[in-house]
């Protein structure tokens, strides 16, 4: 079974910055992509980021694209999400997966297993 845990979520005013950490405990992280996800309140889970097992592709949600990047660092399995120019409308429970395979995007079904996720929250 294969653990994902997150770390890193908080409450930030407008405009602050959070870096969100996810280390994974699959052996073979190196060949999957990873992802993040986010469910704001009230509303359905949606796509964030994902990046390739060799981080060489990295597509974004338009709303986030220009204010996050998703790194990894495949020596620490673990997957960051460095979140600037913080919104409001960012404040979700952020999920960290990882993919079935070396390339993923938004669709969740490309995700085979799930961290039980980090509450960030942006005061206005």
């Known amino acids: 079974q294969v653990q994902l845990v997150e770390s890193g979520g908080g409450l930030v005013q407008a405009g602050g910055s959070l870096r969100l950490s996810c280390v994974a405990s699959?052996?073979?992280?190196?060949?999957?992509?990873m992802g993040w996800f986010r469910q704001p309140p009230g509303k359905e889970r949606e796509f964030v980021a994902a990046i390739s097992y060799d981080g060489n592709s990295t597509p974004y949600a338009g709303s986030v694209k220009g204010r996050f990047t998703i790194s990894r660092d495949n020596a620490k399995n673990t997957v960051y999400l460095q979140m600037n120019s913080l919104k409001p409308e960012d404040t979700a429970v952020y999920y960290c997966?990882?993919?079935?395979?070396?390339?993923?995007?938004?669709?969740?079904?490309?995700?085979?297993?799930w961290g039980q996720g980090t509450q960030v929250t942006v005061s206005s």
């Open positions: 997966a990882c993919a079935r395979s070396y390339y993923a995007g938004a669709d969740p079904q490309g995700y085979t297993y």
């Open positions: 699959e052996r073979t992280f190196s060949s999957r992509a």
